[in-house]
């Protein structure tokens, strides 16, 4: 275990000279700098707290910590849902939320360049305004794109476009020692060497901190709509998903979720969207999707077959969303989730497992049989196109020591599941500490050697992001 320096009055004055009126320190850090999202993971402030501006100063305040070994912990917007920001071991949290520049637009090669702490929502917006779209649309908008590419998110698009890493073409990071390094180019293919740009995908801000990315674009698609599909019970409406891809269908979304779900959400929002009956028949659960192409018409013909196979499926009705206010109302029920569970939930822990496709439907069913061992609730749904749950533990009446021993017991059985099925224990969030443990247990010994030399090259004091992912004894 690396043995840190506390930050002294000197190295304030060091940090003060390479980022003037930027450090804080007590009360004058943001108590929201000792946590991200998921808070049960563990807080702790920081000593001291810095806003960058430019690759320039990141490598001025790297190279500082570098020198006195002092932990740095890089934060986005805080959103993470593994603790991947939480400053466990002190130092200094380096906040990127500053650098917040749209650069410039390559649009002969579908390509914008971006400062770090861009939020998705401002990409999202401003790459329409060229005719383009960035595809990947994890749930979270006021995310940065720092973040989104340090944790490799996923989104609701994923099933169709992919997750964030296949839309970073190039980026600048500066390495624990402070040195600025650029991996990857504006071209559509390369087979130049190890891909260091990869890498640093999905890294967690272990590796080195990304300064300036270069993103892929697309045309952005004519039309979309989206369809409400609910089923009388879970199972009939998850085995459906792996069919509908079968068949052909290139949904751009493909959501799945239980009614429990979806009235905490709508509750929290204060408006009803989804029916809860069909014809006096209680719905259990729904999918939601949405497709786009490039002409209405188009888009309408498939949404008559694909409303066609869904009811052969069993599905008890199919409800369109085809403007844009009654596709904003469905996707904000959809997006609410989290928020709707945390404003009824005291005690929270999720975790997000990717297994095949076709094995939904089982692990659905497993984890809903495995809950009854247990005392606390748990509400799931998923970006079932690409076979991605999401599963919350929530209790508002256990102790928070036996719910958090329950939890580690019910997230061991799931896990261990997960891989017997051929998963993956995180589709998107990454691992951060929450998940570090599982990681090990999961990819076994092998695995877990080579990531831990990787990160030995990269940051040899161990200073950057300490305790997370592969860190771990
Ligand atoms: C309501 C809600 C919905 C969500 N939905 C989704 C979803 O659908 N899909 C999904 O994938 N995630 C989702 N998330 C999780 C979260 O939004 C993502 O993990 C997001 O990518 C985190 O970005 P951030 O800017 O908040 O990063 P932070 O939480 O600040 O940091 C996350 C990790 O990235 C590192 N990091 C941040 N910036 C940099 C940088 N510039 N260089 C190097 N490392 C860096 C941090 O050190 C940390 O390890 C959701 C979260 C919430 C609250």
Same mark, same amino acid.
């Given at each position: 275990?690396?043995?840190?320096?506390?930050?002294?009055?000197?190295?304030?004055?060091?940090?003060?000279?390479?980022?003037? @009126?930027?450090? $804080? %320190?007590?009360?004058?850090?943001?108590? &929201? #700098?000792?946590?991200?999202?998921?808070?049960?993971?563990? +807080?702790?402030?920081?000593?001291?707290?810095?806003?960058?501006?430019?690759?320039?100063?990141?490598?001025?305040?790297?190279?500082?910590?570098?020198?006195?070994?002092?932990?740095?912990?890089?934060?986005?917007?805080?959103?993470?849902?593994?603790?991947?920001?939480?400053?466990?071991?002190?130092?200094?949290?380096?906040?990127?939320?500053?650098?917040?520049?749209?650069?410039?637009?390559?649009?002969?090669?579908?390509?914008?360049?971006?400062?770090?702490?861009?939020?998705?929502?401002?990409?999202?917006?401003?790459?329409?305004?060229?005719?383009?779209?960035?595809?990947?649309?994890?749930?979270?908008?006021?995310?940065?794109?720092?973040?989104?590419?340090?944790?490799?998110?996923? @989104?609701?698009? $994923? %099933?169709?476009?992919?997750?964030?890493? &296949? #839309?970073?073409?190039?980026?600048?990071?500066?390495?624990? +020692?402070?040195?600025?390094?650029?991996?990857?180019?504006?071209?559509?293919?390369?087979?130049?060497?190890?891909?260091?740009?990869?890498?640093?995908?999905?890294?967690?801000?272990?590796?080195?901190?990304?300064?300036?990315?270069?993103?892929?674009?697309?045309?952005?698609?004519?039309?979309?709509?989206?369809?409400?599909?609910?089923?009388?019970?879970?199972?009939?409406?998850?085995?459906?998903?792996?069919?509908?891809?079968?068949?052909?269908?290139?949904?751009?979304?493909?959501?799945?979720?239980?009614?429990?779900?979806?009235?905490?959400?709508?509750?929290?929002?204060?408006?009803?969207?989804?029916?809860?009956?069909?014809?006096?028949?209680?719905?259990?659960?729904?999918?939601?999707?949405?497709?786009?192409?490039?002409?209405?018409?188009?888009? &309408?013909?498939?949404?008559?077959?694909?409303?066609?196979?869904?009811?052969?499926?069993?599905?008890?009705?199919?409800?369109?969303?085809?403007?844009?206010?009654?596709?904003?109302?469905?996707?904000?029920?959809?997006?609410?989730?989290?928020?709707?569970?945390?404003?009824?939930?005291?005690?929270?822990?999720?975790?997000?497992?990717?297994?095949?496709?076709?094995?939904?439907?089982?692990?659905?069913?497993?984890?809903?049989?495995?809950?009854?061992?247990?005392?606390?609730?748990?509400?799931?749904?998923?970006?079932?196109?690409?076979?991605?749950?999401?599963?919350?533990?929530?209790?508002?009446?256990?102790?928070?020591?036996?719910?958090?021993?329950?939890?580690?017991?019910?997230?061991?059985?799931?896990?261990?599941?997960?891989?017997?099925?051929?998963?993956?224990?995180?589709?998107?969030?990454?691992?951060?500490?929450?998940?570090?443990?599982?990681?090990?247990?999961?990819?076994?010994?092998?695995?877990?050697?080579?990531?831990?030399?990787?990160?030995?090259?990269?940051?040899?004091?161990?200073?950057?992001?300490?305790?997370?992912?592969?860190?771990?004894?």
């Amino acid at each position: 275990m690396p043995q840190y320096n506390s930050v002294t009055p000197e190295i304030l004055a060091e940090l003060e000279k390479v980022v003037p @009126g930027r450090v $804080a %320190v007590g009360a004058d850090v943001n108590p &929201d #700098y000792a946590r991200d999202e998921m808070p049960i993971y563990g +807080t702790r402030m920081p000593e001291a707290a810095v806003d960058v501006l430019t690759t320039e100063e990141v490598a001025g305040i790297m190279k500082v910590c570098y020198e006195h070994n002092v932990p740095v912990t890089t934060r986005g917007a805080g959103t993470g849902l593994v603790g991947g920001c939480t400053p466990i071991h002190g130092g200094v949290v380096l906040c990127t939320m500053r650098m917040n520049k749209i650069l410039n637009y390559d649009l002969e090669n579908f390509a914008v360049t971006v400062q770090p702490g861009v939020l998705l929502q401002q990409l999202a917006d401003d790459a329409l305004t060229h005719g383009c779209m960035y595809p990947p649309d994890p749930g979270e908008k006021m995310a940065t794109l720092g973040g989104n590419v340090a944790t490799n998110a996923g @989104g609701m698009r $994923a %099933v169709k476009y992919g997750c964030t890493r &296949d #839309y970073v073409k190039a980026m600048t990071v500066v390495l624990p +020692t402070g040195e600025v390094a650029h991996f990857g180019a504006t071209v559509s293919k390369t087979s130049s060497g190890y891909s260091l740009t990869n890498l640093l995908c999905g890294s967690e801000g272990t590796l080195g901190i990304i300064t300036e990315l270069t993103l892929k674009l697309i045309p952005a698609p004519k039309a979309t709509i989206s369809l409400m599909v609910p089923f009388e019970d879970l199972d009939a409406c998850t085995s459906t998903v792996p069919k509908i891809t079968r068949e052909g269908f290139k949904p751009q979304a493909l959501e799945f979720f239980e009614k429990e779900i979806l009235v905490s959400s709508e509750e929290y929002l204060g408006k009803q969207t989804f029916p809860k009956q069909i014809d006096g028949t209680e719905i259990g659960a729904y999918l939601l999707i949405t497709f786009d192409g490039d002409s209405q018409d188009e888009l &309408d013909a498939l949404v008559e077959r694909a409303a066609e196979f869904l009811l052969e499926q069993g599905a008890l009705d199919v409800l369109v969303a085809d403007t844009a206010p009654k596709m904003k109302d469905v996707w904000a029920a959809r997006s609410s989730f989290l928020e709707g569970i945390e404003e009824q939930t005291k005690l929270l822990d999720e975790c997000d497992v990717v297994v095949p496709v076709n094995q939904i439907s089982a692990y659905v069913r497993f984890v809903a049989d495995t809950k009854q061992n247990y005392d606390f609730e748990v509400k799931y749904f998923g970006h079932a196109g690409d076979g991605n749950l999401h599963i919350y533990t929530c209790s508002n009446t256990m102790e928070e020591a036996e719910f958090r021993k329950q939890v580690d017991a019910f997230m061991s059985d799931i896990y261990q599941k997960t891989m017997e099925l051929g998963g993956q224990i995180s589709g998107e969030h990454g691992i951060g500490m929450g998940k570090a443990k599982y990681l090990k247990e999961a990819l076994g010994e092998t695995s877990i050697r080579l990531m831990k030399g990787i990160k030995q090259v990269f940051d040899p004091k161990m200073i950057l992001n300490p305790g997370k992912v592969c860190d771990i004894q």
